[in-house]
C-alpha cells in the first residue's frame, strides 16, 4: 500500500503516507490554511476526511494483501470528536476489524502529538463489490 495513490480528495487537502505500522499505512495531513477551521485549530471536515482516507488505505491494504479487488462504497461514517486539532501534524491509521465477502468494518483513530491520546475515533462500515 506504501507509495499507492491516494485519491485527489486526499491530495486536495495535503494528505500522505506517513509510514506503514505492521502492515498499515499511517496517513498525515500538516495544519496548513486548506484544514484551518476555528482560528488555530483543524477544521472537522478535514480530520474526518484523513480518517476517512485512513480507513479505506487500510481495509486496500488489507484486500491486497488477499489477492482481492473490489469497489469500495462508504455507507457509514461515524465520528467521535475527542478534543480539537491544533496547528500541528495530525496522523490517522485504520484496523480493520470485519472484511467479509460484502461488508467491511474499519475503526480509525487520529491523534497528533501523543497516540495515546486521540483527537477522534471513527468508525466505518464499507459496501464491498465485484470490480468491473
Excluded: C
Aim: aromatic share 6%.
Amino acid at each position: 500500500m506504501i507509495g499507492a495513490d491516494l485519491p485527489p480528495y486526499a491530495h486536495a487537502l495535503g494528505i500522505d503516507i506517513d509510514h506503514d505500522e505492521a502492515g498499515l499505512p499511517v496517513l498525515f495531513v500538516d495544519y496548513s490554511e486548506r484544514v484551518a477551521g476555528r482560528p488555530g485549530f483543524l477544521h472537522g471536515g478535514a480530520m474526518s476526511g484523513l480518517m476517512e482516507m485512513a480507513g479505506i488505505a487500510a481495509l486496500r491494504a488489507e484486500l491486497d494483501r488477499r489477492g482481492e479487488t473490489v469497489r469500495l462504497k462508504p455507507v457509514n461514517v461515524q465520528v467521535e470528536f475527542m478534543r480539537g486539532g491544533t496547528e500541528q501534524r495530525t496522523f490517522a491509521m485504520g484496523q480493520v476489524t470485519r472484511a467479509g465477502r460484502r461488508v467491511a468494518l474499519v475503526n480509525v483513530e487520529a491523534w497528533q502529538d501523543d497516540r495515546a491520546k486521540p483527537i477522534a475515533l471513527a468508525q466505518m462500515k464499507i459496501l464491498l463489490s465485484p470490480a468491473e
